[in-house]
């Protein structure tokens, strides 16, 4: 047989239909869903009178708009849009006969921070949502990628999903990452080599020392902002972390089920020999805490650095760094340490896990914020309990912490969660467009440690040395 | 889905690298549970004031742009978000066809599902189009899929590729879903034998 890559393995295993044109019917085992992407798929479905092929395998909970303040069972703190549309997939969830957890539920949360909690999501399986950020899920060796709404009424009529294959890439990352370096410093620099294209058409392995040392947490980080890079989705060969992460799970296997499933999901991973269409690699202790300064996720900087001169770049990157400066209300040049911060933000599907608040909350222990306002928004319920249990909440809220409930908050300011106008923000979540966490609110992208330094600071800080 | 065969447009020059879906479609607009009506909201950061006002030197807001079908852009169009808001905005708009030397993946993708043409064409190309279209309504831009070219206004043309699939599709009007079922045996087939090897599935 000839070698494989993880990808290949994977695809193989859910090919359902080949044309001869190598288009594919690619079967879908999971299929997430959340309340502002898939109202018009349901309806769609409704139009046409037809039925979800696999409900057992959906699984819907509400986290785009949904408040994060204390008081969100008050249906007031919603507008009356967002309401509207939470409402829309309760009344799809029960009617289609789904699996759901309603924002009462303490299991509600993220949906990718979901998925992998509740035990959905499981090593070799095909995982999509209506969502980019999909690509978390690949941390558990699973094929999951972002689908557009049309994709998503496919899936639910048909469970699978028309495609072809994707590239292959392997992104090597050697040796041990140097201390206060962490996940994401580690695919903020990915992308910062490869750029927001670089992965376009690919699907990323991630593999090397710096990534089997990762916890899972840190792999879901890692292949979150694959789709940053521009890859369709980013894997990591599962191993004893990942079997050991899903064991006991509500929705894992129990008993020979479980011994079957290991016995597979140990074949998966790529041969010696397989064929990489790419290859990138970075050493481990290259890596710095990093910070972007730009409006896009390629804009990323140690921060031991300096704003860079527009005239640095090249083609039409020159006019995009000038725009981004003026944007950002930054000036070449200028330290990035220098950089004052109004608003930090922890949370996110790529930095709202337990360890995530944990290393802010390393970092904050003790100490007081100096900027205007700071807030924790745990990735779900169960993470927030977790954090609770261990003191975290008490060390963030005495710090001057906004503790809040789960959802996607400030990632993506479509709750009132939002920025203002020139407001400056760190923040743990993944992208740093314009306007994306408000109307001309400025973002800078840091690690949860890093996001930790700034909020005692008041500036954009190298966590190394409050370490 | 309505049917893409050939057009002949003005052309808005968009000459920036990286237009997110964000910028395509802000998220204040992903509040609805419609697929239409999103146009008037495209580019909305960009086109409009905090007031609502249009912003006069925005490329749609020109009287030379306003009916424009085609969209020339820079690298990377569409990137971020796997909002399908972001295609239907530009159809509701009445974009027929966008031209870049590269798209964000999901984005391309969404285009075929709502009568999009999403061309690729090398830099060069790209950029006698950009000049192309920032002649303004005089320089209509023909797009043709049975024979994939693109053709500026002076007669040059550029040969694009296209997945034979999606050109199908396109061509035709198709609705992916009913053509999928009518493999409904194969994926029947698929799962009776998934049920066997991966029972815990």
Redesign the interface.
């Known amino acids: 047989m000839s070698p494989k890559t993880l990808y290949d393995k994977i695809w193989d295993?859910h090919v359902?239909?080949e044309?001869e044109?190598g288009?594919c019917?690619l079967?879908i085992?999971r299929h997430l869903v959340h309340e502002?992407?898939s109202?018009?798929a349901f309806?769609g479905l409704r139009m046409?009178g037809?039925k979800l092929?696999a409900p057992e395998k959906t699984i819907a909970v509400p986290d785009?708009?949904v408040p994060t303040t204390l008081d969100r069972a008050n249906a007031k703190t919603m507008?009356e849009?967002?309401r509207?549309?939470v409402e829309?997939l309760d009344t799809n969830a029960k009617d289609f006969g789904i699996h759901y957890y309603p924002v009462s539920d303490v299991r509600q949360g993220i949906v990718h921070i979901v998925g992998p909690e509740q035990g959905w999501t499981?090593p070799?399986?095909t995982v999509v949502c209506?969502?980019?950020h999909?690509a978390t899920h690949g941390a558990f060796g699973a094929l999951a990628?972002?689908?557009?709404?049309?994709?998503v009424?496919?899936v639910l009529?048909?469970?699978?999903l028309?495609q072809?294959k994707s590239r292959n890439m392997k992104v090597e990352i050697t040796g041990k990452l140097r201390p206060g370096v962490t996940a994401k410093d580690i695919t903020l620099s990915v992308i910062g080599a490869t750029g927001?294209?670089g992965g376009?058409?690919y699907v990323i392995e991630y593999c090397g020392e710096a990534i089997r040392d990762l916890s899972m947490e840190g792999r879901m980080t890692v292949c979150n902002m694959a789709?940053e890079g521009?890859?369709?989705a980013g894997l990591i060969a599962p191993d004893e972390k990942t079997f050991a992460y899903c064991m006991g799970r509500p929705h894992a296997?129990k008993g020979a089920?479980?011994e079957?499933?290991v016995a597979?999901w140990k074949t998966l991973y790529s041969d010696d020999d397989a064929h990489w269409d790419k290859v990138i690699t970075l050493k481990g202790e290259d890596i710095a805490p990093v910070v972007t300064w730009g409006t896009?996720p390629?804009d990323v900087l140690p921060i031991t650095a300096n704003v860079p001169d527009p005239a640095s770049f090249k083609?039409?990157?020159v006019?995009?760094a000038q725009?981004s400066l003026d944007y950002m209300g930054l000036t070449a040049g200028q330290k990035l340490t220098d950089i004052e911060i109004d608003t930090v933000f922890i949370g996110s599907c790529t930095n709202g896990r337990i360890e995530d608040l944990r290393a802010a909350a390393a970092i904050l222990k003790g100490k007081k914020i100096k900027v205007k306002r700071a807030m924790v928004v745990p990735g779900s319920g169960l993470v927030r309990a977790q954090a609770e249990e261990e003191g975290l909440a008490d060390i963030f809220k005495e710090a001057g912490f906004e503790w809040r409930l789960a959802g996607c908050s400030m990632c993506?300011?479509?709750n009132p969660d939002q920025l203002s106008?020139g407001e400056r923000c760190a923040s743990t979540s993944n992208?740093n467009?314009?306007?994306?966490q408000g109307?001309k609110g400025r973002t800078h992208l840091v690690s949860p440690a890093m996001a930790a330094a700034a909020a005692i600071t008041g500036h954009l800080t190298d966590v190394r040395e409050m370490m | 889905m309505e049917k893409f065969t050939k057009i002949s447009g003005v052309a808005a020059p968009l000459p920036l690298v990286n237009i997110d879906t964000d910028m395509i479609i802000p998220k204040q607009f992903l509040k609805t549970i419609k697929r239409s009506g999103l146009g008037v909201n495209l580019f909305d950061e960009m086109r409009y004031d905090r007031q609502g006002n249009e912003i006069a030197d925005f490329v749609l807001n020109k009287p030379a742009y306003r009916q424009a079908q085609i969209l020339v852009a820079g690298d990377n169009f569409g990137c971020g978000s796997s909002r399908e808001h972001a295609p239907w905005a530009l159809a509701d708009f009445g974009i027929k066809s966008v031209i870049s030397t590269s798209f964000a993946d999901i984005f391309y993708n969404n285009c075929f599902k709502n009568g999009i043409l999403p061309i690729v064409l090398p830099q060069e190309a790209v950029d006698v189009l950009m000049k192309d279209a920032e002649k303004g309504s005089n320089a209509r831009i023909e797009v043709d899929l049975e024979a994939q070219t693109v053709t500026s206004s002076d007669g040059q043309s550029f040969k694009f590729d296209v997945d034979a699939f999606k050109k199908h599709c396109l061509l035709n009007g198709l609705d992916d879903i009913g053509l999928t079922m009518e493999k409904a045996k194969s994926i029947d087939n698929f799962e009776a034998k998934a049920a066997m090897e991966r029972p815990w599935v």
């Open positions: 295993a359902a239909h044309s044109d288009t019917l079967y085992d502002v992407t109202p018009q309806e046409a037809r092929r785009h708009n507008t849009e967002s509207i549309q829309a499981l070799g399986m209506g969502d980019s999909t990628h972002g689908i557009g709404t049309s994709e009424e496919h009529a048909t469970q699978t028309i072809k927001t294209a376009t058409g789709i521009g890859a369709r296997p089920a479980w079957a499933a597979w896009s390629e083609g039409g990157k006019d995009a725009r993506l300011a479509m106008e992208r467009f314009e306007g994306r109307y």
